[in-house]
């Protein structure tokens, strides 16, 4: 069992950069595929990006390719989402979410088995 915790989140001008963390307890991270979602009011929520457990590899929506950087620490049991040039519609709660049963559709919320509480992303213009 992971119980994950974010933070980072608030409000933000457009154009500006906001940096979120995720913290595991329970377990270590490092056998895990870790994603950052979003939900915003009357949506679905959409995955954002994912890492490998070694970092080896990462892949993003393209709502974030080229603004967003996902990283992760295993040895802090961390995972981190740099959020750049951000627009209104970046609005949200953001998530973090660990162990993937399925690859294939990773930015399904199903394809994950833990998850944060959340923590809000305004972006006003």
């Known amino acids: 069992q992971v119980h994950l915790v974010e933070s980072g989140g608030g409000p933000v001008q457009a154009g500006g950069s906001l940096r979120l963390s995720c913290v595991a307890s329970g377990d270590t991270i490092d056998t895990y595929s870790m994603a950052w979602f979003r939900q915003a009011p009357g949506k679905e929520r959409e995955g954002v990006a994912r890492i490998a457990p070694t970092s080896a590899y990462t892949m993003y929506a393209d709502s974030g390719k080229g603004r967003f950087a996902i990283s992760r620490d295993n040895a802090k049991n961390m995972l981190y989402l740099q959020m750049t040039n951000l627009k209104p519609e970046d609005t949200a709660m953001y998530y973090c979410?660990?162990?993937?049963?399925?690859?294939?559709?990773?930015?399904?919320?199903?394809?994950?088995?833990?998850w944060g509480q959340g923590t809000q992303v305004t972006v006003s213009s």
């Open positions: 979410a660990a162990d993937l049963l399925d690859p294939a559709k990773w930015y399904q919320q199903s394809a994950f088995q833990y």
